[in-house]
């Protein structure tokens, strides 16, 4: 991550490039890539933008799952989206796209590291969305957003990630409630044993899934209903 310092007249060219777009207010990209523990911050920081940005991307990225997914029940869509605006989807478009080399932050942000780390590049992305909509407006902002996320978006594992994870998306956003999972049997001998896990979730009815780990069962019994409430297609290998 660079000092806190206004971004060259080549570097900002370079980032230009990348995002597709040239700003006719300088100042507010710079501000864009400011964190607010930057001693030099006479064009701001970005946690305001951050906050634009958020909204912009899930207004887009939410039209361009329904254009995409013409026929996906809303609760995939729900999914998809809370994947493809989360944290990790946003910090690695900002790997992509290099801006750690862009950042300006303070001597004690270089010393973080892990989530923390990643959640600042995810911030970044987000309140770059946010300057280049007020700079060059919606369908500009689109589309940057389209470059990066559209590939994301369409990718045939787009829904599947994991499938404890996915049911609890669901299930908040369907229901405001989280999945309770049982464990109703354990069977067979200590060194190949067999989990029964019941989940359930208040509003739909119970599945069940049977494995080696009481893990792998709860991930069973998640998939089981994911499939059965469409929201996941179920495969011919019924993962």
Known sequence: MSKAQTLSASDRARLEALIGHEFAEKE?????LTHASARTQKSGNYERLEFLGDRVLGLCV???????FGTAAEGELSVRLNQLVSADTCAEVADELGLHLFIRTGADVK?????RMMNVRADVVESLIAAIYLDGGLEVARRFILKYWQKRATR???????????LQEWSHAKFGVTPNYRVEERTGPDHDPRFTVTVEVAGVQPETGVER???AAEQVAATKMLEREGIWQKTSAGN
């Not at 507010?28 to 864009?32: N, S």
């Not at 594992?157 to 499938?163: C, F, I, K, L, Q």
């Open 156 to 166: 045939a594992d787009g829904a599947r990630r994991d499938a404890k994870t996915e």
């Open 213 to 215: 780990s009481k893990r």
């Open 62 to 68: 939410a039209e361009l799952l329904f254009r995409t």
């Open 111 to 115: 010393k973080l590291t892990g989530k």
């Open 28 to 32: 507010r990209l710079d501000r864009a």
